[in-house]
Structures are given as structure tokens and as C-alpha cells.
């Protein structure tokens, strides 16, 4: 339908926003004077927006529709953002830039994920989900070899200022082609239910803790760190990290699809998102015990990190099936509030850490020490997902 394309393509703008600062890394650096620190703030405040949007989002979503909360947002604060993006001159106006966007970009999957549950079978909710990702990662690809060459022919002042136009008329799509769904019966703001009230669902708090921090290695390796690893540790330019970064948003595009109909072939949402993230678990590990020696090595890594670390449809639709029809808005915008908030609340410890523990002499110590974090963050988080009851495709 129109309007599920129009929301495709302003979730692909989502995709590109949170990953373009790892091939945009070196000529902020040099413009900006920022640092990695400074990076780590930037892309931590857009996911931070982004998950503190969540809340008024379910609310809009449930009492306004998907039309108006995800066009009006992503067209004042998207599009807004990325023309405060285009006239910064100071790490500060990125940072804040970042987070305007951030707002923006919040509505977008989960008005896509509200028509889905609305108006398909719960069955197919993952399939959907996971193929609607996997369109939207082509952001993740545009944002690195094709922006690796748009910043080279135009500069990142020109290409943020076509960014801030077109994603203004991707939220006048929005606005025009999206078509609310009727509300569920009793769904009105008082007979609703509260964020409360699915916080004392038991079965959400043993899959929160993955949904918290199982996007948060691929987001954080592919949306920010690659491009410093990279520069810092393999002495690679714009272009060369731009090469690795569109293979692993490949690999997240793709790895997307993959999941989809898994949880079906299972019938097990469980043992699909388990599998996935104990292979992203392993990477991680692979790198906390030292950077390879070989850039080879090193993006092979990073691509498999890519495919198996975009289990987020299979885990959304496994704690959704816990999640009472009527409240679906909210139940949605709450799980995304912990998946990204998970990735914001990394990537800043990240920037800690790997300021912290890095020095100019020996970089490669202070990404050490930001995979030891990631690894040893994962592993409790499957621990506890462990304990949760799985919800099959076939019970739907």
C-alpha cells in the first residue's frame, strides 16, 4: 500500500541518519575539531531522543493513528534537524542536530509495526517486521560507500542540506498517503491502560534485557565505531571505511530477511533470537580479546556482527504476543524505548571507555576494552533471556 512505502522510505532515512556519522567521522574530525568522545555523544543523543520519544509516540499512536504522529514528527524534527546538521559549526550543534533528528526518525517503524499488527495476522507479524527492516537498511547502505563519494564531489554541508529537503518531503508523503486503522474497541485515552501497566507484565522483563542490548553491537559497530577502528587503528580514509561499512549494511539488510520467516520454520521466536545473539556474542568476544592484526579479519567480523545482530522484528514480535491488542501503540513504543535506548546508553558508555582506555600511542586498547563491554553486556542479557517463555508462531 502507498502509504506503507512512504513510511519504508522514511524509515530507510531513519536507517541512514543513525549510521552516517561512522563515514562522516574524518571530515568532522577535521572541520569540527570533533572528538571521538564528541562522536559518541552525537550518535548517543540521537538514540537517546529517539527512545525518549517513544512514550508520547505510543500514546499517538494509539489515540491520534500513524498518519499524523509519524508525518507531523518526521517533518518538523527530522527535517528540522538536518538543517541545523547542515549549518553547524561547532561539535555542540551536532550533538544537538542529532538529537532533532532522533525525534524525528522515533515514529517511523513503529507506526509501520502499528498497521501491521492492526490490519495482518499475528503470525505473520515477524516476516513483516524483518522484510520492512530490511527495505529500511538500504539507509545503512546509502550512508556509506555512496556517501563516502557524495562528500568527496559536494561536501557534507550540501549533502545535509538535500538530506534536510528530501526528508522534508518524505513526511509530506507520509502525511498524505498513510491510512489509520480503525481503533480497537474500548481503545480510547481512558480505558487504554498505562506504560504501567505493561511494566507488571512478567514475561516482557526476561526479554527487555536482550531487546536492550542486542542491536546495540551491530548499531554501535556499524553506526559509529567502524569508521574510528578503522581510521585510528587500519590508517583507512573516508572511501576505504565507506568500502567496509556498505558491506556490513549489506549483511544487516540482508540478515534482516533472514530472520523473518525463521520464527515460523522454528515455530520458536525463542531459539531464533538466542542463536543470532550468541553468534553476535562470540564476535564480540573474538575482538575484546584484541583487534586481529589483518583489516581483513577485522571486517569479516563486522559483517557477521551485521547479519545475525538484526534479530529485533523476531524479538518485538516475541514480546508482543504478551502485549494486550488494545495497548498495542504502547506496547511497541515501550520495547523500542529499551532497544534504543539500549544503543544510546552503549554508545555513550562506549565513548567513555574508549576514551578512558585509549591513548594516541595504543588505540587499539581502547576498542578492546569497548568489545569487552559489549560481550560482557550481551552475555547477561541472554542469561536472563533464557529464563523467558517463548511465544510460537503456530499459538498466534
Known sequence: MPG??????AYLLSQFYRSFLAVLSPVLAIDLSMTPKELAMASGAWFAAFALAQFPIGYGLDTWGPRRT???LHGVAAGGGAAVFAMATTPTEIIIAMALIGVGCAPVLMAAFFLFARNFSARGFATLGSTFIAVGTLGNIIGSS??????????????????????TLTALAVLFLVRDPERVTGSGPNQNGSYLALMKIPQLWR??????????????????????ILRDVYGYDVTAIGTVTFYMAVALSVGSLAY?????????????????NLVVLACAAWLAMGLPVSVT????????????????????????????????????TLMNFFS????????????????????????????????????????VALVIYGFARDSKPSQA
Not at 554508545?347 to 567513555?352: E, K, N, P, S, V
Request: aromatic share 14%; proline share 4%; with cysteine.
Open 4 to 9: 506503507i512505502a512512504a513510511l519504508c522510505v
Open 70 to 72: 509519524a508525518g507531523i
Open 146 to 167: 555512496p556517501l563516502a563519494w557524495a562528500i568527496n564531489q559536494y561536501g557534507w554541508h550540501l549533502v545535509a542540506w538535500f538530506l534536510c529537503v528530501f526528508t
Open 207 to 228: 526479554i527487555f534485557p536482550l531487546i536492550l542490548l542486542g542491536y546495540g553491537v551491530a548499531a554501535g559497530v556499524r553506526g559509529l565505531w567502524a569508521g574510528p
Open 260 to 276: 523473518g520467516p525463521m520464527d515460523r520454520l522454528l515455530n520458536s521466536r525463542k531459539i531464533v533470537a538466542m542463536v543470532g
Open 297 to 332: 579479519q577485522t571486517s569479516v567480523l563486522f559483517v557477521v556482527i551485521g547479519f545475525f545482530g538484526t534479530s529485533y522484528a523476531v524479538l518485538m514480535a516475541h514480546g508482543k504476543a504478551f502485549v494486550p491488542a488494545e495497548m498495542t501503540g504502547r506496547g511497541v
Open 340 to 379: 534504543i535506548g539500549g544503543v544510546g546508553l552503549l554508545q555513550w558508555l562506549g565513548g567513555y571507555v574508549v576514551t578512558h582506555y585509549g591513548v594516541s600511542s595504543d588505540p587499539q586498547a581502547g576498542y578492546q576494552a569497548l568489545f569487552i563491554v559489549y560481550a560482557a553486556t550481551l552475555a
